[in-house]
């Protein structure tokens, strides 16, 4: 792994909102923004931010499931991903 996507991947975990957002898709499997927002006390805007950072430093992915766009963990197993879930 490259200095920069270490970099990437710490600077996504360097905000309170982030890490809570894991922390639900990791109980909850795979969520609409609208139900992370609403479980965040977040407006839709803003969590569709967060999942876009998360998103492009690995952390999740999203499906197209209809009109819905899904978010989820994108691999559990992963050492950042472990080591975050293991400390909250």
Do not use: C, P
């Amino acid at each position: 792994m490259k200095y920069s996507e270490v970099e990437r991947k710490y600077k996504a975990l360097a905000n309170r909102r982030r890490l809570e957002i894991i922390h639900f898709l990791a109980k909850e499997s795979k969520s609409t923004v609208g139900v992370i927002a609403e479980k965040m006390k977040l407006s839709f805007n803003a969590t569709s931010r967060h999942l876009q950072v998360l998103k492009t430093s690995g952390f999740v992915e999203s499906e197209q499931i209809g009109l819905e766009q899904y978010y989820f963990i994108t691999d559990k197993n992963d050492v950042f991903v472990k080591q975050i879930l293991f400390i909250l």
